[in-house]
Nanobody
């Protein structure tokens, strides 16, 4: 059974930075694509960023492109999301997810990010 545990969320002022982490355990991490998603209050969950198994390919939502960077350390079984120049509209619960058998079939419990104006 895969376990994904996010950390690094918190309260930050607009323009600030946060780095989210997602620690994976239970199954091989280094061979699967991973992604970050977020869900703001009253809104549907939305895609933020994705990374392939070795970090050689990434993709971002237009709303975060140029401000967020997804990366991974397969030796540490950890996924990261570096978030810079944060905006109030980035406020949401952020989730990591991985594609072990099907696309994004395992999810973490989420970490809250709040950006004050």
């Amino acid at each position: 059974q895969v376990q994904l545990v996010e950390s690094g969320g918190g309260l930050v002022q607009a323009g600030g930075s946060l780095r989210l982490s997602c620690a994976a355990s239970g199954r091989t991490f280094s061979s699967v694509a991973m992604g970050w998603f977020r869900q703001a209050p009253g809104k549907e969950r939305e895609f933020v960023a994705t990374i392939n198994w070795n970090g050689g390919s990434t993709a971002y939502a237009d709303s975060v492109k140029g401000r967020f960077t997804i990366s991974r350390d397969n030796a540490k079984n950890t996924l990261y999301l570096q978030m810079n120049r944060l905006k109030p509209e980035d406020t949401a619960v952020y989730y990591c997810a991985g594609s072990w058998r099907d696309e994004y079939d395992y999810w973490g419990q989420g970490t809250q990010v709040t950006v004050s104006s």
